[in-house]
């Protein structure tokens, strides 16, 4: 019996390796995938957190930068003449046209096409005065605080005597002009 008993804790000592062999096989591979599967996932946790912090200081850029252009967004905003308020736009024509010395009238005129949707209050002034004064009015229309566009300008001079243009009188030596604009709106 002592063959025999031999035999059998041989082979259960055997059984019992290859059963702890396989278990730790089986648990190794587990806790391996495991740990690759964890990585994995840390890894492009990594990955979002840095490009999150990357967008983060982006958007913190962005803050302070808006901030820096603000003063310069108002006065964009500011550049547009209020479109159902066209007086105030009105009343600095007619200051620039008193300050160049120039005799003015200035009416509110529509589009020549009305299916052409533009974006726009479109003005006639008629000025007379002398030639420096009309430039010096064009000057301080370019260079005033409202962006307007030029759509058109017709200059006469007049030499000697009265003449009579459009129920305007102009003056000798004087010019005559009229100035087509389109004041942008917003």
């Known amino acids: 019996m002592n063959g025999s008993s031999y035999k059998k804790r041989s082979v259960i000592a055997v059984a019992f390796v290859v059963a702890n062999l396989t278990i730790l096989v089986v648990g190794g591979w587990f806790l391996t995938s495991q740990i690759v599967s964890s990585s994995a996932q840390l890894t492009e946790k ?14 913190t850029h962005s803050q302070k930068e808006l901030q820096s252009i603000k003063p310069e967004l108002v006065k964009i905003d500011e550049a547009f003449v209020p479109e159902d308020q066209p007086i105030e736009f009105i009343n600095l024509l007619e200051s620039l046209a008193q300050r160049t010395n ?12 009305p299916k052409k949707k533009e974006d726009g209050l479109f003005f006639q002034v008629r000025l007379t005065g ?38 305007v009188e102009v003056p000798a030596n004087s010019v005559y002009g009229i100035i087509d604009l389109k004041a942008l709106t917003n």
């Open 46 to 59: 990594k990955g979002m957190l840095e490009a999150t912090q990357k967008n983060w200081g982006q958007i």
């Open 130 to 167: 002398s030639f420096s004064n009309l430039i010096h009015f064009l000057n301080y229309l370019q260079n005033m605080k409202y962006r307007v566009q030029v759509r058109s300008l017709n200059i006469n001079a007049y030499g000697g005597g009265v003449a009579s243009i459009k129920e």
């Open 102 to 113: 120039n005799l003015f009238e200035i009416s509110l005129t529509t589009v020549s096409d």
